[in-house]
């Protein structure tokens, strides 16, 4: 079949197919000639000639002669373990007993994770600190007064200290003020080209509102500081908005695109625009907005922030080091590790057949690190930190509400599945990996799980992340500028022999 862009108006199941292919395909209005083998059908754009770009149905197609190169890459790219050895090569920035090789200096947080005894470190439950205040102690002060605590965080990141009353309402008013997309964007580029991801979407969306600033690429402190403000209080849309137009082309559901409400609190205005029907529990939202307290800061050295702290220093713009770090957080071994986790359990609960049965799991876990189920990446998502071992205070934070909720909504079941993986993992990771400091559940163990118990939908649980996140990126993309200026360069060492340039005629 095909299909021509000036004959399918009148053809209502032929406008369909034509706007699920160009969905599929993601090309907009250049596309030119398109096959879709999965929809049978072929796009003609007229306007165009036929010869001048042809476009297969999958874009993504892999040429055989790329396979061929990727092999001979993989062989001849290979280098000598033991190199990295005799060069004394950090790897991952790290020494030799895995810690992290340091790089800067930060007053935006503090991670502890042992203590010092003479020369020996004992390693302790982890904990972490927010300008030198506990995250635990924000978590249960905001508890104790029964309302959000996300904004007083991220008021905390950013200026060093808790904000009085008064203060604090000044704040909010002016992130309300800013929770505002300039106009015509949603339609022009959130709805225009919707992803199935929504970290891609995120990306995309910071990348572009550096057309709408008339002062982009200025970065002056007040100028930076007024657009961290702009993308903390936009994440929230541009996630949510980007989730709805995805499922409105992708699903086919009803688009629904909700104004916030400046009388309420992140947690809130997320859950809000989310839904249909607007409608939320005040439970469901303190329990986000204590997902957003906990994951809002952790150190300069975590892979988002340093990449955005590495960005800054080559001089550039606000937009471009947010949406590198979105790139990074995205990653599995990162933020990306929450959809993951629960992914991975959706596998384990259907592939072992008893749940109580100790053996099956430890076994189903052996398979994860050997590569054998999942996603053959070799890991057990969810557990493991560059920095924590015994702990992970924000999976502490998070699990302290896991029971009861998972208790409420009839999935007690699951709850003592992913009690015993926590459990368990360790155990079977340290005997199969060169474990230096011990590996426990990371916050991303119990993150996924309280999401999805909140019924949020998966492709949001990293773009929360990021949302929680940006303020601590923003902390640091401040503090990078106020303090260093000397651009982050560090050192690879050559170690291939030099080649004569052979003409061509000659090879
Ligand atoms: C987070 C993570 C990347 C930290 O890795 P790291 O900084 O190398 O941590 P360690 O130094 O303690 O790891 C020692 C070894 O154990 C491995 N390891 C740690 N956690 C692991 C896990 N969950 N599954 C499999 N292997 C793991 C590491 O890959 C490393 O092996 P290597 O030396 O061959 O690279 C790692 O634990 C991981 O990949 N976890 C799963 C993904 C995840 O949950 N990420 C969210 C983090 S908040």
């Known amino acids: 079949m095909v299909l021509r862009s000036d004959s399918i108006e009148n053809d209502a199941d032929a406008l369909k197919k034509f706007r699920k292919l160009r969905f599929n395909l993601n090309l907009g209005e250049t596309m030119v000639v398109c096959k879709d083998a999965k929809l049978g059908i072929q796009f003609e754009h007229t306007q165009y000639r036929r010869e001048k770009v042809i476009m297969t149905s999958v874009f993504s197609e ?80 905001t508890i104790n007064d029964n309302r959000f605590g996300f904004e007083e965080t991220v008021y905390l990141l950013l200026f060093g200290k808790l904000p009085t009353k008064d203060q604090l309402q000044e704040f909010e008013n002016l992130l309300s003020v800013y929770r505002n997309l300039p106009t015509s964007f949603v339609r022009d580029i959130i709805l225009k080209a919707p992803s199935k991801d929504m970290m891609n979407t995120l990306a995309r969306s910071v990348l572009t509102l550096f057309s709408y600033d008339d002062c982009a690429s200025n970065t002056s402190i007040s100028n930076v500081l007024r657009q961290c403000l702009q993308l903390i209080a936009l994440f929230p849309l541009l996630a949510v908005y980007g989730y709805q137009a995805y499922r409105h082309y992708e699903h086919g559901d009803s688009l629904f695109i909700h104004q916030p409400d400046s009388n309420l609190s992140t947690a809130e205005n997320i859950l809000m625009t989310l839904r249909p029907d607007k409608k939320y529990s005040e439970l469901e939202a303190l329990i986000l907005d204590l997902a957003l307290i906990v994951h809002a800061e952790h150190g300069g050295g975590n892979n988002s922030t340093f990449t955005c702290r590495v960005v800054t220093t080559s001089g550039t713009d606000t937009y471009s080091s947010i949406a590198a770090a979105l790139g990074s957080l995205k ?137 929680a996140r940006i303020p601590g990126w923003s902390a640091h993309r401040l503090e990078e500028l106020i303090n260093v200026g000397k651009i982050i360069r560090p050192a690879y060492l050559n170690v291939s022999q030099r080649n004569d340039y052979k003409p061509l005629n000659k090879r």
């Open 331 to 467: 990653g599995p071994k990162h933020g990306g590790a929450n959809i993951k986790v629960v992914e991975m359990f959706e596998d384990i609960k259907t592939h072992i057949n008893d749940w109580q049965d100790e053996d099956e799991i430890v076994d189903y876990l052996n398979r994860l690190l050997a590569g054998e189920v999942f996603d053959k990446q070799k890991l057990i998502y969810g557990m493991g930190h560059a920095i924590y071992s015994v702990s992970d205070p924000r999976a502490h934070v998070l699990k302290g509400f896991v029971e009861q909720l998972a208790k409420e909504k009839n999935m007690y079941k699951e709850y003592q599945l992913y009690e015993k993986i926590e459990r368990l993992a360790p155990e079977v990771i340290t005997k199969k990996r060169r474990i230096y400091k011990g590996v426990s559940a990371n916050v991303d163990f119990y993150s996924g799980f309280v999401y999805h118990m909140l019924g949020l939908p998966k492709e949001l649980y990293t773009p929360i992340f990021a949302i």
């Open 62 to 141: 892999t040429a055989p002669l790329i396979f061929n190169y990727a092999e001979q890459i993989k062989k001849d790219f290979v280098i000598d373990k033991e190199l990295y050895e005799s060069h004394h090569v950090n790897i991952g920035l790290r020494d030799i007993h895995g810690n992290g090789v340091l790089t800067g200096l930060t007053e935006i947080s503090e991670i502890v994770s042992y203590v010092q005894d003479g020369d020996q470190k004992i390693h302790c439950d982890g904990q972490l600190y927010y300008r030198g205040i506990n995250v635990k102690d924000i978590v249960q002060g």
